[in-house]
């Protein structure tokens, strides 16, 4: 790459704008998601519901502990303000026990739980119990369209090969990389877009080119696919070394999109590799699924990391 | 634009139709909501699970509390008519009290609370009361629906700059605005459709003229997207001044399409500008993305609104 | 059409055969469902879900509260065989009311409402309480997937004109029908389908034939659509005449298939015209939408179906 | 078949690979569902609410009824350990039984049924007691998630006839198969995909290949619909035998996808056929839809799969 192949530069827009960014800043993280944090507008930026359908399972319980807690304090709070003799079968006149029992009865009333062992007496303890009952419904409203969001937010949890791979093809050699789907789920429909963000050192500026790939489509998935990108004439990095990749802070970019099947949600999965993941003159090993007890095919999936020394 | 650029227009049919509609009427809203009030049926033109889903907020909240009061309030009064005695704990012979107690009552049953202290006696009351507590369960299966709903409703809060620009481009000039996703879930294969419709004083029809961009589809839209018309020979638009287009009570109409990858949803976003916000002579500043603490490009989204003056 | 124009025929596959129907069977209702039955599967062929979303509101209603019923009244049967000495608080020795308050117990158990004033006693009572109990909250977990399948249904209630126009058209004639969206939410990227089916004399079978749209496809649609086929030589209609459209029992099949932006999903919506509802030597009277008090433009959808007579 | 016709060979990439697996293996099962099994991840490959939402409703039963006794008995472990003189109500003193009450304790607490003959006295088992409330209303929206992810998920049910023809057709032959839609639901959009995978002797690969179908989409499917592959010169089958088919241990891949238009959504439907399930010179029996007594036609569904034999 000595000479950068001009010829056979098919820019392309990605989104990112062409600026010269200062290197040694990632686009997409590995794991695909955008390397970018967008500020501007305050809480504007933030979507609560995105947060809880995208946070860890970690966070989510314990957001809902914290807030279970939480409601239910403030509200014993406002049954003990209005007074614990409007509160029958609380059963001690100790005010930290009446507030204690108070939270329980809080905990009874959110939830519509209503053992009525403890109940209100007036109208002021009554009003409060039916408010926090309509709230409590209401609550567990939004806690079952988040728990269903969570669990049918598309997805495709590809698994792709820890290299990038330089392998012979043809009578050439190309860029290699394989996907496979880890889970139970088809999918169907898959396509890959390849493309290569790096600097120009001409132009100062930061080149987006897409990368023209053998296949780039298959209709099922059930095993794995290899993604092959020919270093031939027509490629832009046709006579690239791994050395100059890394000299203008390369970065491979890889979208998939494919059909899962199941529920027919079209689904997205990204990918990035630095120069630094590709290795040169190597093969990737040849995956045979055997046969199981079942008759069915049996992959390791796995076993698309595994490459062979080329000589 | 003393000749109007015929040979290239592309006229296209948007459904607005192409009457010469009284002017001064914005076809969108600056937020791009539609401008059409659509009547002739009565109530067969209100679709109730719309407006709840789209409507503010503070409107949810108030039509379920005012709909929480009622209805107790409803049953409340079928209880008293079926009489108090009918009702054990009401623990009171006062009448408002009374109906008090059992507008308490009703809340607990719908709410499925149940606490007990008051309960019914005899077939009257007890089949009113199972038909409370069916009639609140399916309530708020309802009220479930709605929220869940509201919140999984496809998302594309893009922000537009304030302004539309004519700003020098190439030899020539260009129609230019920016684009910026401030929210934290990602847009993927983002399109940009750009129209405008105006007064033609020859046919006295209102037109709509495809303008053509020079990049319509990104893969990405992590950091802002700048949306260029270039005005050359080929732009139905070439030659215009900011008079012109107030004159002919132009409107600029714009529709971009995306992938909101968190639910893989098609989402859409429209804007309207009018001949008042456009600017002349000025270009977009550059957006430079600082790298923050934890690695990450950050975007100030607010600042797609600033640009230059240009000699 | 006394020679069938052969030469322009573009025949197209729809899906419903050749075969030579009896004919005066109507492949579409005028609402657009479609008039086939499909049997040989006996329960096989229903999809119960699929009833539950797409049937009438009464229907929905009835099934609902006779399902109430008599789950209610199983139960209480259950509970009546354990044997009412097991449920405390029963508070009658005579077996009808034993029976009705178990029916009330059951009902305060399946909403899981629990008063607790009636409560069983030892293991059998308890045991079939539990039992109902979990199946009334799934049963609600089920209703309320139901009523939100309801409401999230995709929704194209578009209105068609009550008739086919033959009206004048540049220099020729055309077919015209006219539709508007009467709902508040947006229909964008609203595309026509216009077919014919007719029975041909010559070959003894039923032809589909496609009909070419002037306009096919339209960005928005907040005001009305006129959809036109124009009678040209290009028409396989070309030369018709509504008597022959009569002997050859033909059927005019629309499909209007649009995205409604509040939900972003794909809407179907369909409509057949007998020759019967074609009139001749008409046009639509043009729609001028007004100004409302608001500034929005105002339509009155029920006009679409006006029209004057053409000299 | 003796010669493979080469020149017409449009070869296609599914996904399955190329490699030359042990015959006798069925890429797809004859239920269209893909006969691979992929692991390597332990329970990395498994997706809890994939299962959920696809396992039998039998599973899914025993899984809910298990998990209902399971925590039940789990929580009056716990309420036991906290000690039964905590809780008001149990009217016994011998364990087993105090033990089987706090059972139903539970039951009524996870329910939120609350009946409150049995109460939580003291801190220890009013906290137990709030925390399975809550459980209870968390594994409840869960358990609506699930069902109504099962509910509406995408189907097509479609049927397909019991064998694949090779018929007359034209002046040659062609070969055949039926497929109808036994739903309610109507399948609008309807695609079909044609694929053969079978074993070339001289590359000792196996080869995928792409047959063309007359028509490849109908725009309705309420009656049945025969999709046809000629076997002309343009086929890479021309001249096929049953007996070489079986040789190459050769499949036939069905891919169909259309809009369900009940809920707008795109489904998918496979198949598989092999050669053993090839019929020679056969034809269908033409489907005659009668008119029914609600002047409908009624289509008897599983007609599809009769044939008559030509001579």
């Not at 290197?23 to 955008?34: H, N």
């Not at 003799?85 to 006149?93: P, T």
């Given at each position: 790459m000595a000479i950068f192949n001009n010829k056979n530069k098919d820019e392309r827009e990605l989104g990112f704008g062409t600026k010269n960014y200062n290197?040694?800043?990632?686009?997409?993280?590995?794991?695909?998601?955008?390397n970018v944090h967008r500020a501007g507008l305050g809480i504007g930026n933030i979507d609560i519901y995105h947060w809880l359908i995208t946070t860890s399972k970690l966070n989510l319980i314990l957001v809902i502990i914290l807030g279970y807690i939480t409601i239910n304090f403030a509200f014993a709070g406002v049954y003990f303000f209005i007074g614990p003799?409007?509160?029958?079968?609380?059963?001690?006149?100790e005010p930290f026990q009446q507030f204690m029992n108070l939270f329980f009865f809080s905990a009874q009333t959110i939830t519509t739980l209503?053992?009525?062992h403890i109940y209100p007496i007036g109208n002021a303890a009554s009003i409060a119990a039916a408010v926090e009952s309509l709230l409590g419904l209401l609550s567990f409203a939004l806690a079952t369209g988040i728990l269903y969001g969570r669990f049918s937010r598309p997805k495709a949890h590809l698994l792709f090969s820890k290299n990038l791979l330089i392998s012979p093809y043809k009578t050439g050699k190309a860029i290699m990389f394989r996907i496979a789907n880890p889970k139970q789920y088809e999918l169907i429909e898959t396509e890959a877009g390849f493309t290569i963000t790096l600097n120009n050192p001409e132009t100062k500026k930061r080149e987006f080119l897409n990368l023209k790939l053998e296949i780039s489509r298959v209709n099922f998935l059930p095993l794995s696919w290899t993604i092959v990108h020919p270093l031939n004439e027509e490629s832009p990095l046709f006579g690239l070394s791994k050395k100059e990749l890394l000299e203008r802070d390369a970065e491979f970019i890889i979208l998939i999109k494919a059909v899962n099947d199941t529920y027919s949600q079209t689904v997205y999965s990204r990918k990035s590799y630095k120069p630094e993941e590709m290795i040169e003159d190597v093969k990737f090993k040849p995956l045979v699924p055997e046969v199981d007890k079942r008759g069915r095919l049996r992959l390791t999936v796995t076993d698309i990391h595994h490459y062979d020394v080329v000589n």
């Open positions: 290197s040694r800043v990632r686009f997409l993280s590995p794991d695909g998601s955008i003799e409007f509160f029958g079968g609380l059963d001690s006149y209503g053992y009525g």
